[in-house]
């Protein structure tokens, strides 16, 4: 049985547990959300060294670190320490979307690595295939070459998959109506869209959506249903292909939940900042209140190299809005394969956003840390600071450099520190 | 006559013109928002090599860089290429607020080095002479060395000066009483505390306040209304201190425009994501549409070493409810004094904010670059990009530091890049 198969019995089971014990709620607060279908736990029963990760309403904002070889990049323990990497500064989840080299093995070592949260594209494994094994296009992949590969990564372990079921002859039509100035930028979308205009027939893993849930039900991985016209540019956001295809996964939602499948909602992109909360609102209401993973949302498009910090404002603004889950990007979004370094800035940039939107939307003990972190900063305590600090290394590498005289304070405001000069100024004030 | 004056009268002046131009908007826009104490154009008489600064209601939103030297950091030219550095990335204006090694010969040669806006903190001044020419406390300030330091600052040219003249023996018994983490992180805010404790006297700022207007007055410097109670973390945010200050400052505001002299506010500092358009609000509402001009917010207290980000996301979202001009963090905030490569990043962070909240408010033209960047990606034209690019010499050297092979699109997809695989499928539904 899934885990919204016991909790629609009622029944508590250990990983429900171990989710309300990392979050700090009831156990049956759990129970309830994932019955309810706004909770999901993501875990796959061959992922023996995984840890269960809980995603939803109510719960702390999760992030995901995307890493993966390409065609042009095959270094598989590049991959690995991006992971190793990702964890250490605090991703939950780690999706690898590698298209290069070993494909097979850098999955099976990305999951052996760490104990985080595995997730997955399987079209990617298809079209690879396709090409590489049986030295054809992406567009002669079969049907059974689809489902062959969502097979090998559930044997393999990965907790969640990305699927861009959404992606129909209608959808496709809506955007060619509409006249977008990206079309489609997701991978996963181009493909089908390709492979649809090639066999001229209609998305398989939205024809064969039972198979898919019959599938993903004997693992209980979690279905991603991938949002194959994201947004490409500010210009594209929220439009009729966009939203038509949200339409489509929610009803998806409710066959997968009504099989006993749990379920989350992929979105975002490119979004002017003025449509985030609309973007969240319409997803929770159309998907009735399932999971929401948000890539960004990047609130431009004109700041290549530093798009983790596009992605960091629009991920807060998602996340105190109500998205539940938040794909990071990397300063090298647009331009390059992310390098170690990116997969750092990537995870601390996110963690960010995600702590912002937990404070803003209520999640119990979310402002814990930054009371702390105040109280150590007006004691000028820096050890204190570094330790409550997201990133401690960074934070004492950056004091550190830039040597203090012995006022204890640092050397942007030196001998007149504010807090100190406060200081002074209340003790004479308690004295007089 | 200062530029409200003649705006009161209907004149439209060369410097209004010449905002008109920058902005694409009709003079007379700027006229009447001057007028009406909307919009104010930051430009000293004396400023002879200086850019004049239009900030407000319907206009681009501006951005500043603080920089200046520490009493632990003194070398001045690296302070004047830091005030390079931050012209050269798009910083609209410079605030120099050294407190260490030559100050005056820094201030001046900060105004000499680049056309942008400057401004100063010269409370800053006074305290320095006290402390360091007559060899004395802070406290030990007179009135006349306060005013006498403000005087200086006109003399060189500063366009716009921060007066915290809502810091009153009212403001602090309210901080008192209600009880803050952080009391008081504003440098000016805790040197004018410590005064009243020592001499027992309110804000001579507030006191004289006619005598500031007419010096102001006499260079149509602009004044920009301090908040010494702006919060230093997010527990403080928004209480009774800082917007009882608001209230002083939206009287004196009044005051100031009777009076001919152009006024902006100063606000936040540490700030939870969800009161950002409140306090925008309030701004606006207590000082009858005065410019606001923002530090951050920070939407969080616990990211050291990346306040750029955590100030970028507050930035934009208070940029989008209405802020006028955003001043940078940089990621060295609470750690050290910046260095010029801090400099670039933390101008490149506000300039996102900024250009983020200017799509969402409805700044006109704001979307056109991203529009133009949209276009560039779907044809992989990448000196397209790069000549868009807010910072062009980061994002080329990201994507040539990754050599791709003959596919023309970058190593995150390789050969199996969207865009590609998009125009296969379009080109072949369209011949089919």
């Known amino acids: 049985m899934t885990q919204l198969e016991y909790a629609r019995r009622g029944v508590i089971t250990e990983k429900m547990k171990i989710a309300a014990q990392s979050e700090g709620v009831a156990p049956e607060f759990i129970r309830d959300g994932i019955a309810a279908g706004t909770i999901v736990i993501c875990h796959n029963i061959k992922h023996l060294n995984g840890t269960p990760l809980p995603v939803g309403t109510g719960l702390r904002t999760k992030i995901n670190a995307n890493i993966g070889s390409s065609s042009d990049d095959t270094d598989m323990q590049k991959e690995l320490e991006k992971a190793r990497v990702a964890v250490k500064y605090g991703a939950d989840a780690i999706m690898d979307l590698s298209t290069g080299g070993p494909v097979d093995e850098i999955r099976r070592a990305v999951v052996a690595e760490t104990n985080a949260c595995i997730g997955s594209v399987p079209l990617y494994q298809a079209a690879l295939d396709a090409v590489r094994v049986k030295k054809k296009a992406i567009v002669d992949m079969t049907v059974d070459d689809i489902f062959a590969g969502i097979i090998k990564h559930a044997e393999d372990g990965v907790d969640f998959i990305t699927v861009h079921c959404g992606v129909t ?28 205009a090639y066999n001229n027939q209609d998305n398989p893993l939205f024809e064969h959506f039972d198979k898919l849930l019959e599938i993903t039900k004997e693992y209980d991985m979690t279905l991603s249903l991938g949002d194959g016209f994201r947004p490409g540019c500010l210009a594209d956001a929220t439009d009729r292909a966009q939203i038509h295809e949200l339409i489509l996964l929610g009803e998806l939602t409710q066959r997968a939940q009504a099989a006993g499948v749990q379920v989350m909602i992929e979105g ?18 159309l998907c009735h209140g399932a999971p929401f993973y948000v890539l960004g949302p990047l609130v431009t498009d004109i700041a290549p190299g530093y798009d983790h910090i596009t992605c960091a404002i629009g991920g807060a603004i998602a996340a105190a809005a109500g998205a539940d889950f938040l794909c990071y990007v990397t300063p090298s979004e647009h331009l390059r394969l992310p390098d170690v370094q990116d997969v750092r800035d990537g995870v601390i940039a996110s963690r960010i956003a995600a702590h912002a939107g937990d404070i803003a939307k209520g999640v119990k003990g979310a402002m814990n840390k930054d009371i702390q972190m105040a109280k150590c900063r007006k004691k000028l305590d820096w050890e204190g600071q570094y330790s409550l600090a997201l990133d401690p290394e960074r934070a004492r590498t950056l004091r550190e450099s830039s040597p203090v005289s012995d006022h204890g304070a640092c050397t942007m405001c030196g001998e007149f520190c504010a807090y100190k000069v406060m200081d002074d100024a209340m003790a004479r004030q308690a004295a007089s």
């Open 169 to 196: 002859r209608s959808t496709v039509e809506r955007m060619k109506n509409e006249g977008r100035i990206m079309d489609v930028v997701s991978r996963g979308g181009a493909f089908t869209i390709e492979w649809m």
């Open 268 to 285: 975002p992109g490119h979004v002017p900042l003025q449509q985030i909360q609309a973007n969240i609102l319409l997803q929770k209401r």
